[in-house]
Nanobody, 120 residues
Framework: QVQLVESGGGLVQPGGSLRLSCAAS????????MGWYRQAPGKQRELVAV???????NYADSVKGRFTMSRDNAQNMVYLQMNSLKPEDTAVYYC??????????????WGQGTQVTVSS
C-alpha cells in the first residue's frame, strides 16, 4: 500500500532551521508531483511548497526565500529545508503525493503529519 512518512519536525527557536523529510513507498515516485502542506490550529490546511515530477518548484508567498523543497527520485524522498523560521510557521506539516491520471481521475495521498513548533 501507499505510505508517506514524514520526519524532522520539532521545537525550534525563531530564526532557526529545520529540515523535514518524507519517505514514499508504494507508488512510482518519479511520476508524482509532491507537496508540503501545513495546518495550524483553527486554520485550514494550506499549500507550502510543491515540486513537479520534472523538478520545478513553487512556494507560498509566506515562505518564499526561506523554504526550499527538493526531491531525490533514487531514494523516493522529498525534503523541505526551512530557514529563518517564524512563530507563524508553527503547524502540522503534511507530505502529499499527487498524480492526475485522467480528466476526472487522480491519485492523492497524504502522510500522517509532523509537528513544527517555532517558539522561544
Amino acid at each position: 500500500q501507499v505510505q508517506l512518512v514524514e520526519s524532522g519536525g520539532g521545537l525550534v527557536q525563531p530564526g532557526g532551521s529545520l529540515r523535514l523529510s518524507c519517505a514514499a513507498s508504494g507508488i512510482i515516485f518519479s511520476i508524482y508531483a509532491m507537496g508540503w502542506y501545513r495546518q495550524a490550529p483553527g486554520k485550514q490546511r494550506e499549500l507550502v511548497a510543491v515540486i513537479t515530477s520534472g523538478g520545478f518548484t513553487n512556494y507560498a508567498d509566506s515562505v518564499k526565500g526561506r523554504f526550499t523543497m527538493s526531491r531525490d527520485n533514487a531514494q523516493n524522498m522529498v525534503y523541505l529545508q526551512m530557514n529563518s523560521l517564524k512563530p507563524e510557521d508553527t503547524a502540522v506539516y503534511y507530505c502529499n503525493a499527487f498524480l492526475q491520471i485522467a480528466a476526472t481521475t487522480k491519485n492523492d495521498y497524504w502522510g500522517q503529519g509532523t509537528q513544527v513548533t517555532v517558539s522561544s
